[in-house]
């Protein structure tokens, strides 16, 4: 079975550099949500979209941007990167029926570092 | 507060013994789902289990089992004859009447051959 896709999985960039992580959910899914693992840390919730609109937001910095695009992939934009960003992102898709507590697949995760 | 405690951060076993590990969560909403997530050294987060608020009944699936006691606000996990395949971190989650799940500090579980 399909399962979500991240891309890159490994990423290094310098201090003030941007990064784009990228994240194809799972086909018909219509909910797409990112988390960031810092370590040694559990996974905090960052934003999420439901059918391209934004849907919630968490502890996302202003520094991070994020869209779904009409294809149901979705981007996290981030920049002016700072030591403290390096982490593994997670990105997740569900299909939202009824509002809550639908199953949330997860992608292997983009392991970013900061340098 | 909306929060879900792991109070045991490690715990260490030798291979077949059993193991459990707790959750303890706090809400003011009465419908929400708890989850049970795996975390192998890998870096992906495994799904293992989701459970409604409404359905106490405990569950058997191999050699993994959870008690859901609403009563205490637990949604504990036990493995049964531990393997070395077991190690892991596992975070317990839930969301609270809307989308994003809410974990767990997690408990990073070893098993020794």
């Known amino acids: 079975a399909a399962g979500v896709i991240q891309s890159p999985r490994h990423l290094i960039k310098e201090k003030r550099e941007t990064a784009t992580l990228k994240c194809y959910p799972i086909p018909r899914h219509d909910t797409v949500y990112w988390y960031q693992q810092g370590p040694g840390q559990d996974p905090q919730f960052l934003i999420s979209f439901y059918e391209k609109m934004q849907s919630d937001k968490g502890s996302i910095p202003d520094r991070f941007s994020a869209q779904q695009f009409s294809d149901y992939h979705s981007e996290l934009n981030m920049s002016s990167l700072e030591l403290g960003d390096s982490a593994l992102y997670f990105c997740?898709?569900?299909?939202?029926?009824?509002?809550?507590?639908?199953?949330?697949?997860f992608g292997p995760g983009t392991r970013l570092t900061v340098l | 507060a909306q929060k879900v405690t792991q109070a045991q951060t490690e715990i260490s076993v030798v291979e077949k013994e059993d193991v459990t590990l707790d959750c303890v969560y706090e809400t003011r909403d009465t419908t929400y789902y708890l989850f049970w997530y795996k975390q192998p050294p890998s870096g992906e987060l495994v799904f293992l289990i989701r459970r409604n608020s409404f359905d106490e009944q405990n569950e058997i699936s191999g050699r993994y089992s959870w008690n859901f006691q609403k009563s205490t606000s637990s949604f504990n996990f036990t493995i049964t004859a531990s393997q070395v395949v077991d190690s892991a971190v596992y975070f317990c989650a839930t969301n609270f009447g809307n989308e994003k799940l809410t974990f767990g500090t997690g408990t990073r579980l070893t098993i020794i051959p």
């Open positions: 997740a898709s569900s299909l939202l029926v009824g509002g809550v507590g639908n199953e949330q697949f």
